[in-house]
């Protein structure tokens, strides 16, 4: 059973920076993928990031939304992701979830971590 821990959330003010970290527990496939999902309050849960998890391969890819100012990125030796947000704007503010599964860029998320909440503040 894979677990999934996120931290590194908090407030900011516009134009700031936050990094999330996600480690894993249990276990990574080696053909699996992680990413970052978030949830605004009254919106659905939307794809943010995801890093494929292979070992010749990192390949990421971004929501447009965050292309340019959010980078995904991996310590494999760790189990562990991150997300690092510069240049935040108020509209970035959700829960973020990171999450495991199948398919890359089309994340299938099969394990969800509990969330941590990113508030930008104008």
């Known amino acids: 059973q894979v677990q999934l821990v996120e931290s590194g959330g908090g407030l900011v003010q516009a134009g700031g920076s936050l990094r999330l970290s996600c480690t894993a527990s249990?276990?990574?496939?080696?053909?699996?993928?992680m990413g970052w999902f978030r949830q605004a309050p009254g919106k659905e849960r939307e794809f943010v990031a995801a890093?494929?998890?292979?070992?010749?391969?990192?390949?990421?890819y971004y929501a447009d939304s965050v292309k340019g100012r959010f980078t995904i990125s991996r310590d494999k030796a760790k189990n562990t992701v991150y997300l690092e947000m510069n240049s935040l704007k108020p509209e970035d503010t959700a829960v973020y979830y990171c999450a495991t599964g199948r398919g890359f860029p089309s994340l299938i998320p099969d394990y969800w971590g509990q969330g941590t909440q990113v508030t930008v503040s104008s």
């Open positions: 890093i494929s998890w292979s070992w010749s391969s990192g390949n990421t």
């Open positions: 249990g276990g990574i496939f080696s053909s699996y993928a």
